[in-house]
């Protein structure tokens, strides 16, 4: 399919993307001190510095600076998350954490990994929001929404000037780690099968050690 190269319409709202950062660093907050590789404090500030230049970058129309401080921005609150599992996976069998608290870590870190890798697609695919605002259809990327099989020159088609945004990308993450599978959302591209891939066995393992505990504790 051919994809046209004319601005969208409508631009990409950004700021569900960087509320779900903000959530993803204030829902470090639940997790107790143990399970953190810093003061919750740390990533806080982190993302708000970088988010702010990450801004001005959009406004001022730099687009690779953009583009690398949000995946910047990204890694950091990815690798936060994962060091915390992996403190968690440690924890586990030496029955540090008391069954309320290792159930708090495990949702906040269930929850947090489906923000994370919503953020990562919403990055990645099809160029990031720089490039599919450069688009007036949305005709190609790494995964198959369902509109993209409408036909985008009817007007009173759905698929007429769509876009997928962030939330597109939140359902298909949070899909992900209930379902362990994209449903309705066919993924095309090889680096969005391996970060599925990854998304999903974080949240089998959370899911698996809180099933273990739960034995244990019975």
């Known amino acids: 399919m051919t994809v046209s190269t004319n601005p969208s319409p409508n631009p990409e709202a950004r700021w569900p993307a960087i509320v779900a950062l903000f959530a993803i660093v204030g829902l470090r907050l639940a997790l107790p001190r143990s399970l953190s590789a810093s003061p919750a404090w740390v990533p806080l500030v982190l993302v708000t510095l970088i988010v702010i230049p990450t801004e001005l970058a959009r406004r001022t129309e730099r687009r690779q600076l953009n583009r690398w401080l949000g995946f910047v921005i990204t890694g950091i609150v990815t690798i936060d998350m994962i060091w915390s599992l992996s403190l968690l996976v440690d924890a586990l069998p030496k029955h540090t954490l008391a069954?309320?608290?290792?159930?708090?870590?495990?949702?906040?870190?269930w929850i947090s990994n489906i923000l994370v890798f919503a953020s990562w697609y919403w990055r990645l695919d099809a160029g990031g929001p720089n490039a599919r605002d450069r688009r007036a259809v949305h005709g190609e990327g790494s995964f198959l929404f369902p509109q993209m099989t409408l036909d985008a020159s009817d007007r009173d088609s759905s698929a007429h000037g769509w876009s997928p945004g962030f939330i597109d990308y939140l359902f298909l993450a949070f899909n992900t780690s209930t379902a362990f599978s994209p449903t309705d959302v066919p993924v095309l591209r090889r680096w969005a099968k391996l970060l599925m891939m990854l998304q999903a066995s974080i949240s089998l393992a959370t899911i698996a050690l809180l099933a273990a505990r739960a034995v244990n504790i019975l």
């Open 99 to 109: 069954p309320t608290i290792l159930l708090r870590s495990a949702a906040t870190l």
